[in-house]
């Protein structure tokens, strides 16, 4: 698959589960970000990595905690999480941080925690 | 920081009208506003973007006006569709580089 992927698709997790999310592009992309996305509300920025360095942490819980090994993989690694971070979670890239030009998002994680 | 207001939340139309979708944006070093396609069950996907330093961009059906001294931004469509439905999200990036989105405008043509 082309583009940006994200695997599990569906996952479903008990509070005291420890999980991780992973997205991968293969755009040749420079930035990565991680997006949380409720019922009713607009798309929340959580992280954002450029050049593998993190550049923004949206005032995220630590309960979730990201991962940028290289340009190309993101993981979200998620510990003790509540019902409420029950969510569709996005993860896109960018060529580059900043105002250059479109998000391509990947297809989502849809996560209910129990 | 940036604050991004859509309106309306919902709107509904009959194929062939037009829709007009606005969003508000507070932070007046915003220079880049895009408009994102969410059909049901799939993923935002970029359908027409404007600079700064154009007032009116078009693209077939779809153009968006941006107005920068009353820092307001509006997605037009033109002939509707039923595969129009969906929901269009816009967003500003501001002084940081940073997107911030609106909260999204659910769309229905009704054929």
């Known amino acids: 698959e082309t583009g940006v992927t994200q695997t599990p698709r569906h996952l479903v997790m008990g509070m005291t589960n420890k999980k991780s999310l992973k997205c991968e592009q293969h755009?040749?992309?420079?930035?990565m970000y991680w997006y949380k996305q409720s019922a009713k509300k607009p798309l929340e920025l959580m992280f954002v990595?450029?050049?593998?360095?993190?550049?923004e942490n949206n005032s995220v819980p630590s309960r979730f905690s990201p991962e940028c090994p290289n340009s190309s993989h993101l993981f979200l690694h998620l510990h003790t999480l509540q019902p409420e971070d029950s969510a569709l979670y996005l993860c896109?890239?960018?060529?580059?941080?900043?105002?250059?030009?479109?998000?391509?998002f990947g297809p989502g994680t849809r996560l209910t925690v129990t | 920081g940036e604050n991004v207001e859509q309106h309306p939340s919902t709107l509904s139309v009959q194929e062939g009208d037009s829709a007009v979708i606005k969003c508000t944006y507070s932070?007046?070093?915003?220079?880049?506003f895009p408009w994102y396609k969410q059909e049901l069950g799939k993923r935002p996907q970029l359908i027409i973007d404007?600079?700064?330093?154009?007032g009116e961009k078009k693209d077939q059906r779809i153009a968006v006006t941006l107005n920068k001294t009353a820092k307001h931004f509006s997605l037009h469509i033109t002939e509707t569709q039923p595969e129009d439905s969906a929901v269009y999200f816009c967003?500003?990036?501001?002084?940081?580089?940073?997107?911030?989105f609106g909260r999204g405008t659910s769309l229905i043509v009704h054929p």
């Open positions: 990595y450029s050049l593998e360095e993190r550049v």
């Open positions: 932070d007046s070093a915003s220079n880049y």
């Open positions: 967003a500003a990036y501001g002084g940081s580089y940073i997107p911030t």
């Open positions: 896109a890239s960018s060529q580059d941080r900043g105002a250059q030009g479109e998000q391509y």
């Open positions: 404007i600079r700064s330093n154009v």
């Open positions: 755009l040749g992309h420079n930035a």
